[in-house]
């Protein structure tokens, strides 16, 4: 029988670390609500608005972690994302895509890796656990109609295979003012 042990103190930085952002929001709501029940008039209000921020920053912390805690295995390369465009260089392989220029997004749980997709048909892949990858979060979230608690739960299910998380609106669709449609599956391209 296996004996567990307790997270060592490296372990419990790494993961406050990692946290920092959601941990720095509930203090900061705590303070709020301390001081909206504690004072009068304006400023009640202002210490509510404080908490509401404190409380923002918590939803956003909680995410930032769950995508930070998707990608712990490491993975070779390294990631830079200037302005709208994502940048990978690996050991084997690498390239650069405009945000403007991604068709599709999906997730390969078998290689552990992103595979970002262009209207041509090339895909740029880049491991989950790749250096600088945390910042692909907010290149992720600034795409159109992207859900981003769905692409959280895809990195937390267990099993192989491809998922694709988003996909382009058409440029037809587009001029008609439709709302994107979200359409999930596997497959091998856009």
């Given at each position: 029988?296996?004996?567990?042990?307790?997270?060592?103190?490296?372990?419990?930085?790494?993961?406050?670390?990692?946290?920092?952002?959601?941990?720095?929001?509930?203090?900061?709501?705590?303070?709020?609500?301390w001081?909206a029940?504690a004072?009068?008039?304006v400023?009640?209000?202002?210490?509510?608005?404080?908490?509401?921020?404190?409380?923002?920053?918590?939803?956003?912390?909680?995410?930032?972690?769950?995508?930070?805690?998707?990608?712990?295995?490491?993975g070779?390369?390294?990631?830079?994302?200037?302005e709208?465009?994502?940048?990978?260089?690996?050991?084997?392989?690498?390239?650069?895509?405009?945000?403007?220029?991604?068709?599709?997004?999906?997730?390969?749980?078998?290689?552990?890796?992103?595979?970002?997709?262009?209207?041509?048909?090339?895909?740029?892949?880049?491991?989950?656990?790749?250096?600088?990858?945390?910042?692909?979060?907010d290149?992720?979230?600034?795409?159109?109609?992207?859900?981003?608690?769905?692409?959280?739960?895809?990195?937390?299910?267990?099993?192989?295979?491809?998922?694709?998380?988003?996909?382009?609106?058409?440029?037809?669709?587009?001029?008609l003012?439709?709302?994107?449609v979200?359409?999930?599956g596997?497959?091998?391209?856009?």
């Amino acid at each position: 029988m296996a004996e567990e042990r307790a997270p060592g103190r490296e372990e419990v930085l790494r993961a406050l670390r990692r946290g920092r952002e959601a941990l720095a929001g509930l203090v900061l709501a705590g303070l709020g609500l301390w001081g909206a029940t504690a004072t009068w008039g304006v400023t009640r209000w202002l210490m509510g608005a404080v908490a509401a921020v404190g409380l923002g920053l918590v939803w956003t912390g909680v995410q930032r972690w769950r995508f930070a805690a998707a990608r712990e295995a490491a993975g070779a390369g390294l990631v830079r994302v200037d302005e709208r465009r994502v940048e990978y260089w690996g050991p084997e392989a690498g390239g650069f895509l405009d945000l403007d220029e991604l068709e599709a997004l999906e997730i390969d749980r078998d290689a552990r890796a992103w595979r970002l997709w262009r209207a041509d048909g090339t895909v740029l892949t880049v491991p989950l656990g790749a250096r600088g990858a945390g910042a692909l979060f907010d290149l992720f979230a600034a795409l159109p109609g992207m859900r981003m608690e769905a692409l959280l739960a895809a990195l937390g299910r267990e099993g192989g295979g491809t998922e694709t998380l988003w996909r382009a609106v058409p440029p037809e669709v587009r001029r008609l003012g439709r709302a994107p449609v979200s359409r999930r599956g596997g497959g091998s391209g856009p």
